[in-house]
């Protein structure tokens, strides 16, 4: 079995085996009974579609609706910065190239032929945002093979240091040099180390909850790297090149970027501070609450957490001027799922109430709040808690 599957997955299995798989919990997020009803949310920005946009290049989630781990095909979003391109899996090849034993060029049925994995994987657009209620998230089960395994098969040059994953899309770019801009057509394009790349985690994606990928979603081929921000995840890969220079594209080095101010008093003006630019990469703790209902008298708190894989310490959740509250985390949750949370709340008193999360990790890193992010000037990574606001009738 490979490592990637998820052990309770396979222990689901084999209990279903035997009749037994009502001994593991199902995660507390049922399926809506007729008794219960969904507390709605009043801070919603107006207008608020979420789904599809009117071009229809892009989706969003309305984590309203999320009721377990895994988002439906048809919900999961999508974004993306060109085109679309719509690729016939049929005469699908994947270029391999530069500083390896041997160029190569697969083949689905190549690639399938190798040992497939499946993974449970959580993402989000680092420009994922309050804004947008959070809606350029989800978490679907890919099916593909290790990146590393692919590397290994081919055989990586000792020289190579970069491996530069290039989409199918391309469009004119604005290249700025020292005041001259030269606008040039460019595929879109992410780059990461070979340490990165030979970790057993990253995967070449054909299948998403178990059907192939449709065009929107990078098909037939994209890459997934786990714990990382949606753009590292590039779709309808043509080339893969190993390099020994670093690679200073666009979507790698100037428009996935941010900019903070770290140190001094935590004032602009400040002579003291620091102005760091880091690239955009794994992503950052973030918790949100995605949806609440009302079951009988009792009210219930859903969510969810993103981030880079690191265990998850607590969750906790705070009622208007409560204390901290700790939330239960679903046992079903894997290590690079989003991470299922459950509040279950006593007393809720009709009228207006806020409720806002936050997450902590094993490591002590806790999700800031929008005041702690003030000093980052660029709008992506912001994993800011989101206080929302209900009525309860
Ligand atoms: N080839 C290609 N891959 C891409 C992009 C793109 O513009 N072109 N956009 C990236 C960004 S910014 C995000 S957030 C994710 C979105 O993945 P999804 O469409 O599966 O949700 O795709 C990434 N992969
Ligand atoms: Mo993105």
Redesign the pocket.
């Known amino acids: 079995m490979p490592e990637t599957m998820t052990r309770r997955d396979s222990l689901r299995g084999a209990l279903a085996a035997l009749g037994a798989v009502a001994l593991i919990p199902e995660w507390a997020l049922p399926a809506l009974a007729d008794a219960d009803t969904d507390v709605p949310f009043t801070d919603l920005p107006k207008p608020f579609n979420p789904g599809l946009n009117t071009a229809g290049t892009t989706r969003t989630l309305d984590i309203r609706k999320i009721d377990g781990m895994i988002t439906p095909a048809d919900q ?7 085109n679309q391109p719509k690729i016939d899996p049929a005469g699908y090849k994947l270029k391999i190239s530069g500083l390896v034993k041997q160029q190569a060029e697969l083949s689905l049925a190549d690639l399938k032929a190798m040992h497939p994995v499946e993974l449970i994987n959580g993402y989000e ?3 994922n945002s309050p804004r947008g209620v959070q809606g ?1 998230s ?1 978490c679907g089960r890919f099916t593909g093979v290790p990146l590393s395994a692919v590397l290994k098969k081919i055989g990586v040059d000792a020289a190579a240091r970069e491996v530069v994953l290039f ?3 391309k469009s004119k770019e604005d290249v700025v040099f020292r005041g001259t801009t030269y606008a040039v057509d460019q595929q ?1 394009a992410r780059s990461i180390t070979i340490e990165n790349a030979l970790r057993p985690e990253p995967i070449l994606a054909w299948n998403l909850n178990g059907e192939p990928l449709v065009y ?3 098909g037939p081929l ?1 890459l997934i790297m786990p714990g990382w ?8 890969l043509a080339e893969i090149h190993l390099q020994e220079e670093r690679f200073l594209g666009n ?1 790698q080095a100037r428009w996935y970027r941010s900019l903070a101010g770290v140190g001094g008093s935590g004032r602009d003006t400040d002579t003291d501070t620091q102005w760091v630019e880091n690239e955009i990469s794994k992503m950052h703790l973030k918790s949100v609450i995605a949806r609440v209902r009302k079951t009988g008298k009792a009210h219930q708190v859903f969510g969810f957490v993103l981030n880079d894989g690191t265990p998850v310490k607590s969750v906790e959740v705070k009622v208007d001027d409560g204390p901290w509250q700790p939330a239960k985390l679903d046992p079903k949750n894997t290590r690079f799922s989003w991470k299922l949370f459950t509040y279950d709340w006593k007393g809720a008193t009709p009228g207006e109430h806020t409720l806002v999360s936050r997450v902590t990790d094993a490591s002590g890193k806790a999700q800031p709040t929008l005041d702690d992010l003030k000093m980052k000037k660029t709008f992506l990574q912001d994993n800011s808690q989101f206080p929302r606001k209900v009525m309860i009738a």
């Open positions: 999961f979003f999508f974004i993306q910065h060109k657009c680092s420009g350029l989800s989409g199918t899309d879109f929107q979603q990078g994209r921000y949606g753009v590292a995840n590039v779709k309808w979507y």
